[in-house]
């Protein structure tokens, strides 16, 4: 069974930095690339970005592009998304999601939570 | 970047009603296009994609169909598990972007 695995809950302070985890198990991880998506408070799911893990390649929505980097151990399966330079607007969950084709998702990790409070 | 708005935003109906959701991209993605469910607390869950091709393991009850700038997906005769928002994507081009989401409820 494919599963997603990331970490728990962080508050970050405004101008400082978060970072993301979520294991995969189930699957060859450097077969599948992995993507990252937004959702603020009540609101809608934004594309973040891909990573390839077997080659460590990304691509970023532009919005994203200072914002979010996306990184991935194969040693571990494990892929992350570090947040810098928090603002209120990073508050959100934000999932990992497996790629199935170009652009589907098949399969999502639980969500991690990131507040920014000072 | 594509838009992609969905209607309605949100939707009461009756168990075993038939319910359509529509998603209108603001230009053509040539049936790039597919559908998630998310029940409340819960990550998104892939139902569609090509616009009308089924995901391994949903419900035959679920449908999509479309082209060009508009598509739709339909539930047939509703069941209490489909209580949840449903969301459509665009892959055809980058960003990939979703639409605002569709709440369903139960009437």
């Known amino acids: 069974e494919v599963q997603l695995q990331q970490s728990g809950p962080e508050v970050g302070r405004p101008g400082s930095s978060v970072k993301i985890s979520c294991k995969a198990s189930?699957?060859?991880?450097?077969?599948?690339?992995m993507n990252w998506v937004k959702q603020s408070p009540g609101q809608g799911l934004e594309w973040i970005g891909w990573i390839d893990p077997e080659y460590g390649s990304t691509d970023y929505a532009e919005k994203f592009k200072k914002k979010a980097t996306l990184t991935a151990d194969t040693s571990s399966s494990t892929a992350y998304i570090q947040l810098s330079s928090l603002t209120s607007e990073d508050t959100a969950t934000y999932f990992c999601a497996r790629h199935f084709g170009v652009g589907v998702m098949d399969a999502w990790g639980q969500g991690a939570s990131v507040t920014v409070s000072s | 970047d594509i838009q992609m708005t969905q209607s309605p935003a949100s939707l009461s109906a009756s168990l075993g009603e038939t319910v359509t959701i529509e998603c209108r991209a603001s230009?053509?993605?040539?049936?790039?296009l597919a559908w998630y469910q998310q029940k409340p607390g819960k990550s998104p869950q892939l139902l569609i994609y090509?616009?009308?091709s089924l995901h391994t393991g949903v419900p035959s009850r679920f449908s999509g169909s479309g082209s060009g700038t508009q598509y739709s997906l339909k539930i047939n005769s509703l069941q209490s598990e489909d209580v949840a928002s449903y969301f459509c994507?665009?892959?055809?081009?980058?960003?990939?972007?979703f639409g605002g989401g569709t709440k369903l409820e139960l009437k």
């Open positions: 189930g699957y060859t991880f450097t077969d599948y690339v």
């Open positions: 230009e053509d993605i040539y049936n790039g």
């Open positions: 994507q665009q892959y055809y081009d980058y960003p990939w972007t």
């Open positions: 090509n616009a009308n």
